[in-house]
Nanobody, 120 residues
Framework: QVQLVESGGGLVQAGGSLRLSCAAS????????MAWYRQPPGKQREFVAT???????NYADSVKGRFTISRDNTKNTVYLQMNNLKPEDTAVYYC??????????????WGQGTQVTVSS
């Protein structure tokens, strides 16, 4: 089994910054793609950013230039640096990881979610 544990959410004023972290642990051979998604109040979950094991990144248009995804492969951890936050960034943020387990199965995991609230 694999666990994804997120941290770093909270309440911030518009224009402020937050950094989210998500650490993967358990029966892991390798961590492949890692990503962040979010679910705004009353809306469906949406893509935010993704990063491959080699460091290639991709972002939703709504966060380009403001958010930066990065990872530490030695710690199986992904980060999301969020700058110039806007009230529309308010959401529950979820970490995602595609993992090759120790028995070489490709598996998908989600974190429990962390609340980010941006006040105007």
């Amino acid at each position: 089994q694999v666990q994804l544990v997120e941290s770093g959410g909270g309440l911030v004023q518009a224009g402020g910054s937050l950094r989210l972290s998500c650490a993967a642990s358990g029966s892991i051979f390798s961590v492949n793609i890692m990503a962040w998604y979010r679910q705004p109040p009353g809306k469906q979950r949406e893509f935010v950013a993704t990063i491959t094991s080699g460091g290639s990144t991709n972002y939703a248009d709504s966060v380009k230039g403001r958010f930066t995804i990065s990872r530490d492969n030695t710690k199986n951890t992904v980060y999301l640096q969020m700058n110039n936050l806007k009230p529309e960034d308010t959401a529950v943020y979820y970490c995602y990881a595609q993992i090759t387990s120790r028995n070489f199965r490709l598996e998908n995991y989600w974190g429990q979610g962390t609340q980010v609230t941006v006040s105007s």
